[in-house]
């Protein structure tokens, strides 16, 4: 804007009735950066400033035919837009008291007796042409200025909108919140209920009746048992997929070994019964949720044993590391951050490559429900868990040649 200003030239009317004297004006002033508008009288004067306003000074002739300097003065005075541009009159026959008065009077700011001085003359057009620019560039300002204001209180009036509408969302996410709370004891109790005493009544049938059942009966009852129990199993599934879009999310630095060393304690039945061998490789500690991360290793290998091969024992291997930048190009995650990448890696049987998304869905199952139980909700919690910790989480399988699950957390 300054530059725009600086490059404008600062206009100048002149105002005489004598074509020699406007001649020596410009001749006078010349190369000090000013434009000039001639006027040759008082009514040529005034029909100029009709048109055009924006003059920094006037220099005006007192002497002139029909219209003398102090009526044509007096006449720009009466206009709004143009009674502060400044006047010097410049006259030979203005050297008395009263025609001093009457030039203040009707409207001139200065005076200059003829023969004018070349330099009085330059000192005085410069001051007001640097007070016009000073002006100017304040009038730019508070135009900036006022354009400004209009962007920022249509940006508050917008953010004031969106407020309101995150307020009404988060009112709307508390609700549902309290839905699922709602949900949560109802699933652990009201639901569980009923199952417990369908196992007690069906247990003591087995156990008491039994010498007076049938095969065919004994293994119907049997058949309830067994639904009972998987329905149990798939109601604390849910519960514990719904605790953990809930959960409070307190990360700590903590080493993975530890979190590694509980889950093979608290699986090592399981982990004995396959003869399975669990080995790590980690970098150092990390910053997760202890609770959840032990859920997700928990379900991580508690997969692997499921879908683990009877000719071969089972190997899981874990390894952690700082995610190269190739990495995470390829991952798609953000440049500007440092991830751990963690590795999961078994020689179970696999899975097809085309259920590489597909596997972390909620009941998805891409085994014979007979030959492998579950819920089909263990890979969903996984998943839910690393996006808590904001990270991403990708699965490699290929039929009979195991599975491969590749888990990247903010560092």
Excluded: W
Excluded at 47 to 60: C, S
Excluded at 137 to 159: D, F, G, P
Aim: proline fraction near 3%; charge should be negative.
């Amino acid at each position: 804007m300054e530059t725009l200003i600086e490059n404008n030239l600062v206009k100048i009317l002149l105002v005489d009735d004598k074509k020699e004297n406007l001649l020596s004006l410009q001749v006078i002033l010349a190369n000090q950066g000013y434009e000039f508008v001639e006027a040759s009288s008082g009514k040529d004067a005034l029909r100029i400033l009709l048109k055009n306003q924006d003059f920094a000074i006037i220099l005006m002739d007192v002497q002139m035919p029909l219209m003398d300097g102090f009526e044509t003065a007096e006449m720009i005075r009466e206009s709004d837009k143009l009674k502060n541009v400044p006047i010097i009159f410049l006259t030979a026959n203005m050297n008395t008291s009263e025609c001093i008065f009457k030039g203040y009077q009707s409207g001139a700011v200065d005076y200059m007796i003829k023969p004018i001085s070349s330099e009085i003359l330059k000192a005085k057009v410069m001051v007001f042409a640097e007070l016009y620019k000073k002006n100017r560039e304040l009038r730019y300002k508070e135009e900036e200025t006022a354009a400004l204001n209009s962007i920022i209180l249509k940006a508050n009036e917008e953010l004031s909108k969106q407020y309101t509408a995150i307020e009404k969302h988060a009112a709307e996410l508390e609700n549902k919140n309290n839905e699922l709370q709602a949900f949560t004891y109802i699933s652990s109790h009201d639901l569980q209920e009923p199952l417990r005493k369908i196992q007690t009544f069906v247990d003591l049938i087995l156990s008491k009746e039994a010498p007076n059942l049938s095969d065919n009966g004994k293994a119907k009852f049997e058949r309830i048992l067994y639904s009972t129990n998987r329905m149990r199993e798939l109601i604390d599934s849910l519960l514990t997929f719904s605790r953990t879009n809930i959960v409070d999310r307190k990360f700590e630095n903590i080493d993975l070994n530890t979190i590694i060393n509980d889950v093979q304690e608290a699986l090592h039945e399981n982990i004995h019964e396959k003869k399975a061998a669990v080995t790590a490789e980690l970098h150092g500690p990390m910053r997760i949720i202890p609770f959840q991360f032990t859920q997700l290793i928990t379900n991580l290998v508690n997969n692997s044993l499921k879908f683990s091969r009877p000719d071969i024992p089972l190997h899981i291997q874990i390894k952690s590391s700082i995610a190269t930048p190739a990495e995470v190009i390829k991952e798609k995650l953000d440049p500007e951050m440092e991830y751990c990448h963690i590795s999961f890696e078994d020689n179970g049987i696999g899975f097809e490559p085309e259920h590489n998304e597909k596997i972390f869905g909620v009941f998805q199952k891409l085994h014979n429900r007979d030959t492998y139980e579950g819920t089909g909700i263990g890979l969903a919690i996984v998943k839910k868990i690393v996006e808590n910790h904001n990270g991403s989480i990708t699965a490699q399988g290929r039929p009979m040649n195991g599975a491969k699950f590749d888990i990247y957390i903010p560092a």
